[in-house]
């Protein structure tokens, strides 16, 4: 075994370490830590895809060395290191953006609190990428879960608290199906290793035997990880959880924690169960009615939203039903579609709610429509990064929104019963979004009547003009969300390949 097939175990293990050691250190050296950490991991996991992608086939690390079906197994594949290195450099440039607020924000005391519990989401994400084995991945589900609670109450506000609670109730009922249904297949199966369950789901699909209960522990696991991962209707913990945590929570927790259990439920779906399988069990037909309803219902939402950070918030319910229904699809081309989706979502949902902060920095730290007019022009690079981050989400060309619909689009030709719904569905929410995402850009580029140019809402002043190195670190992350996003725009078809790769491997 080459060395660099050890790194996603190292991976995981220096992330969950990092945790304990930031604990005993100050805010600042936790910091360092904490960025050091996952610029290593990020470097660690773009070896790993170089190796994967010249090794053109995936490989299993046995943890112990000890064989299946009793040791435990990390498996490795194309798909596996790409988003791997993804989520480090959405993490990384999600921290580096919200240093000022973190500051300003989280008590003095409890800072390296907070580094603790990124750290342990990262080791977390990682490990639900990783794994081969579905009892660590309910594991580390619940550290994911923990680790995400501790991001939204650390401000320590009443709607904090109250966010934080409605995010635990939901996630921990998501968890609960989903152990249930992982014990479920384990009593059919005998086995937790996924590639141990698939052979033996094979062979129960070909006899005919317990196929109800195959199909009801399939149903737990889906119905479970779309709790978790906020798919309509059960999303109503996440405008709070979104609105009023730090900027760097909301940013990390719209981009990456509900991409790790959708990632996970693919693994099940490919690696698991087989798509055959699932596709014959109609389970995906479900996921395909949510994800059409939370395009609509979710995007209805943000246009009646009058405070700019959840109006964001409640935007991601409407990106989460994209990628349920592309899943529901039940193709490859579906699954594709809806991991570009993955990687589009995660780069332009980090991009405005970097950008929503640098607005209400330019008028007074408030993220009301009534304060944020012309905001644009008192802070240029958030308004351009808004605007950019607006247009993608539009579907617009050369960003990666435009990419993201064009393969869900491309996806559903050709679909018997689920290609009309699809185009419909898709056009009707690309109007919705142009609604309250042009509403929002218009809003920041007009400037305000000269009598009300200097006091908000609240009767505060507002209208102080912020510049690039004011804030550094805020600017460099806007910049390179800017860049990503461009990237993904511009460059698509060597990802899509990439992720078909992935995708074959999974098998």
């Known amino acids: 075994m ?9 991976s995981i293990i220096l992330s969950l370490f990092a945790g304990p050691l930031c604990s005993v250190l100050n805010g600042k050296w936790a910091r360092r830590v904490n960025t050091a950490v996952i610029s290593i991991i990020g470097i660690m996991s773009t070896l790993v895809l170089g190796n994967a992608i010249s090794a053109g086939r ?16 990390i498996r490795v594949g194309i798909l596996e290191a790409f988003m791997a290195c993804f989520f480090c450099v959405i993490m990384l440039l999600c921290m580096l953006g919200g240093i000022r607020e973190r500051e300003a924000q989280i008590e003095e005391g409890k800072q390296n609190l907070y580094y603790v519990m990124v750290n342990l989401l990262l080791s977390s994400l990682l490990a639900l990428i990783y794994t081969n084995d579905l009892f660590t991945a309910y594991v580390f589900v619940e550290i994911n879960t923990i680790s995400a609670c501790g991001l939204i ?60 209960s195959l199909m009801v522990a399939l149903g737990l696991m889906s119905v479970g990880l779309a709790i978790k991962s906020a798919l309509y209707p059960f999303h109503a913990w996440l405008p709070d959880a979104y609105g009023y945590s730090t900027l760097s929570s909301s940013a990390i927790l719209s981009s990456l ?77 579906g699954s594709i579609a809806s991991l570009y989706h993955v990687l589009s979502h995660g780069a332009t949902k980090s991009l405005l709610f970097v950008a929503a902060a640098g607005l209400a920095d330019a008028s007074g730290g408030s993220d009301r429509y009534g304060d944020i007019t012309g905001a644009g022009f008192r802070n240029r690079l958030a308004g351009v990064a808004f605007t950019v981050g607006s247009l993608s989400m539009v579907g617009m060309p050369v960003f990666s929104g ?85 990237i993904l725009g511009l460059n698509s078809d060597p990802i899509v390949r990439l992720i078909q790769s992935g995708i074959e491997m999974f098998e």
């Open 402 to 486: 435009f990419i993201s619909k064009l393969l869900f689009a491309q996806a559903a030709v050709g679909h018997t019963h689920k290609m009309l719904p699809t185009v419909i569905a898709l056009a009707i929410s690309t109007v919705l979004n142009a609604v309250y995402f042009m509403k929002t850009v218009i809003r920041i580029y007009t400037r305000k009547p000269m009598g009300l140019s200097g006091m908000g809402s609240g009767g505060a002043e507002t209208g102080r003009v912020v510049s690039l190195s004011e804030q550094p670190a805020k600017s460099a992350a806007l910049v390179c969300f800017i860049l990503l996003n461009l």
């Open 257 to 333: 924690v509900s991409k790790g259990y959708i990632f996970l439920l693919i693994k099940i779906f490919y690696r698991v169960v087989g798509f055959e399988v699932v596709r014959e069990s109609r389970v995906v037909n479900v996921l395909f009615v949510f994800g059409i309803a939370g395009m609509i219902m979710g995007s209805v939402s943000a246009i009646g939203e009058g405070n700019l950070r959840r109006m964001i918030a409640y935007s991601s319910v409407a990106q989460i039903g994209y990628i349920y229904m592309g899943l529901g699809l039940a193709t490859e081309a």
């Open 58 to 73: 995936p490989y299993v690390y046995l943890m112990g060395h000890f064989p299946a079906p009793w040791g435990n197994e």
């Open 2 to 10: 080459e060395f660099v097939q050890n790194f996603p175990f190292l």
């Open 153 to 212: 109450m650390i401000r320590q506000t009443g709607r904090t608290f109250e966010a934080a609670a409605r995010y635990m109730i939901m996630s921990l009922l998501g968890s609960g199906l989903l152990l249930l249904g992982i014990c479920h297949l384990y009593a059919v199966t005998g086995h937790l290793l996924m590639s141990n369950i698939r052979q033996q789901v094979q062979l129960i699909a070909a006899t005919g035997q317990y196929h109800i």
